[in-house]
């Protein structure tokens, strides 16, 4: 017994190792056997998806024939929204036409009056002795006869535009709209607003900011603070900064307020500019920009008022305002209006 228990404990570090190397055997026998069932599933997966794709092709295929059409048809469905558009346009531009070229018609046969009177400064004498400026309106407004008026040299008319009513002259400006649009007045709005010499901490106003300027959107990303208004517009304002009434305008007490070609269509502009000498708080200024300070554009009926001569002083003094400059840069025109007294504008 003694010999045989020296014997195992002379193998027992034999069998241990024997033991070890089994197991390492059996393990990697296991391990080879699970890669080889990871790569047979692999294999068989590739084969599946490979039928699967095989099996889809064709309706993948129709559905992409189907993607192709549904875009055609939704270019054909743009295509003809385009034209029903442009009919519709059309049919609005000869229904205006239709409409003004009665009204030309009727007049004909209206005897013109013997005496006349100017809108602006009131002077009221012989017809005969106003200036008469007619034209054309390329908007489809039919024939244009304004007068000038000899003791101010105010040009106003024409006639038909002002027997409409405030709310008619608004409908007349949408119907406008519908079918044609203003150039681009951006350059001219942000040149008019830079002529009030603003203040970073300043409130400023746009009056008359049409939906084809980008003037106060631009303004606005540099930093100052503007707000839009549009007069002749019944839509909702889109934008935080856009005002939909006057009210909201007084409300503000506006550091300055600009515009672009808005002073020639203005029915009663010097009440008009004193009602927004009132928005101004003391000191503030006003920029009114319109090559209508002279007889241009006069094509479209909407031009109400032309200032040259005289009639750029009065217009400020009827307004309670006087002029602080007045720049001409081709027809780039600019009226800098501040209120004859420093607090006027916080008194009304």
Request: overall charge negative; hydrophobic content about 40%; proline content about 4%.
């Amino acid at each position: 017994m003694g010999l045989v228990n020296s014997v195992n404990r002379l193998l027992a570090p034999m069998d241990v190792a024997l033991t070890r190397r089994t197991t390492l055997d059996r393990t990697r026998e296991q391990l080879q056997l699970a890669l080889t069932q990871q790569v047979d599933v692999a294999a068989q997966t590739h084969i599946d998806y490979s039928v699967l794709a095989d099996a889809l092709a064709p309706a993948i295929g129709a559905l992409d024939e189907l993607r192709r059409q549904h875009a055609a048809l939704l270019n054909q469905q743009e295509e003809i929204r385009r034209q029903q558009s442009a009919q519709q346009r059309e049919v609005l531009r000869h229904q205006i036409a239709s409409r003004w070229n009665v009204v030309d018609a009727v007049a004909r046969h209206v005897v013109t009056p013997a005496r006349r009177a100017c809108p602006l400064c009131g002077h009221a004498g012989d017809s005969m002795r106003f200036g008469v400026l007619r034209s054309h309106c390329i908007f489809g407004g039919g024939v244009l006869t304004r007068h000038q008026c000899p003791a101010c040299d105010v040009i106003f008319g024409p006639d038909k535009m002002f027997d409409m009513t405030e709310h008619e002259l608004t409908q007349e400006y949408e119907w406008h709209y519908k079918v044609y649009e203003e150039g681009d007045s951006t350059e001219a709005e942000i040149r008019a607003f830079h002529s009030l010499a603003p203040r970073r901490d300043g409130i400023y106003v746009n009056f008359g900011a049409g939906a084809w300027s980008k003037s106060v959107q631009q303004l606005r990303a540099d930093g100052w603070n503007v707000f839009a208004y549009e007069p002749h517009s019944s839509a909702a304002p889109s934008e935080d900064w856009s005002l939909n009434s006057e009210t909201q305008i007084a409300a503000l007490r506006v550091d300055g307020l600009f515009s672009n070609n808005v002073l020639e269509h203005l029915r009663h502009p010097a009440a008009d500019l004193r009602r927004m000498a009132g928005w101004l708080k003391p000191g503030a200024l006003m920029a009114h920009a319109t090559p209508c300070y002279e007889y241009l554009y006069e094509y479209t009926r909407f031009h109400l008022y032309f200032f040259p001569g005289r009639s750029r002083e009065l217009l400020a003094d009827l307004a309670g305002l006087k002029i602080q400059s007045y720049e001409v840069d081709g027809h780039f025109m600019n009226c800098v209006f501040q209120p004859q007294k420093a607090n006027e504008g916080a008194m009304r």
